[in-house]
């Protein structure tokens, strides 16, 4: 099994260019999460998918759009970049939508705007 | 906002000695995690307890929880340099909750 697969790793754009960032999981996971990472910060959560069909807002969803494609792929949109959204972009995934279970990561994509 | 805050921010300690990472959160939780990150790299979840436990162990790694504080603790015995790492904790409110991550303690285990 791959995990979780992040595409691409490394991204950069100008201000008011649009982009995807595509992540797939081959674990048969039912949930999928989107986190940035700033810096001397932790994860926080921008959206997440608990299950196929359904997506939600995090804590920091302003500037983006997702679209669970199917089980295995979430994707992450930036419409209109800004520098506030240089960051590295993290997807994970999680067996079961209820319950007590942990998250696997991706590698990551570290997106730079200019 | 962070549910969880690590402390101390930044730990540094020679091989051979145990490291000792805290965390505190605000709310009740169903379950708590700690994940590791490696530099330039994804976390990889190490162990998790739940809210009705009082400690854990996994290998050279223990975790407490006291929910009556709203705190646990990470111990990591017997460090090794492949140990420096960025350590995180999360915690869930519920079962099906999302994830809130503290913003971690940086760890170096010097040789």
């Known amino acids: 099994n791959a995990g979780v697969t992040q595409t691409p790793k490394f991204q950069v754009l100008k201000t008011g260019q649009s982009m995807t960032l595509q992540c797939a999981q081959d674990m048969n996971h039912n949930s999928m999460y989107w986190y940035r990472q700033d810096p001397g910060m932790g994860l926080r959560l921008i959206y997440y998918?608990?299950?196929?069909?359904?997506?939600d807002k995090g804590e920091v969803p302003n500037g983006y759009n997702v679209s669970r494609l199917n089980k295995r792929e979430f994707s992450l949109r930036l419409e209109s970049a800004a520098p506030s959204q240089t960051s590295v972009y993290f997807c994970a995934s999680r067996p079961k939508k209820d319950g007590v279970n942990e998250q696997y990561f991706g590698p990551g994509t570290r997106l730079t705007v200019t | 906002s962070q549910q969880g805050e690590e402390d101390p921010q930044a730990l540094s300690i020679q091989e051979g000695e145990n490291a000792t990472m805290n965390c505190s959160y605000k709310?009740?939780?169903?379950?708590l995690q700690w994940y590791r990150q490696n530099s330039g790299r994804g976390l990889v979840h190490l162990i998790l307890?739940?809210?009705?436990?009082r400690e854990k162990h996994s290998g050279r790694l223990r975790v407490t929880l006291d929910t009556s504080k709203k705190s646990s603790s990470l111990l990591i015995t017997a460090s090794r340099a492949a140990d420096t790492a960025s350590y995180f904790c999360a915690t869930a409110r519920s079962g099906n909750t999302p994830l809130v991550f503290g913003k971690g303690t940086r760890l170096s285990v010097i040789a």
């Open positions: 307890i739940r809210s009705n436990e």
């Open positions: 709310t009740s939780i169903n379950n």
């Open positions: 998918s608990a299950s196929e069909g359904t997506t």
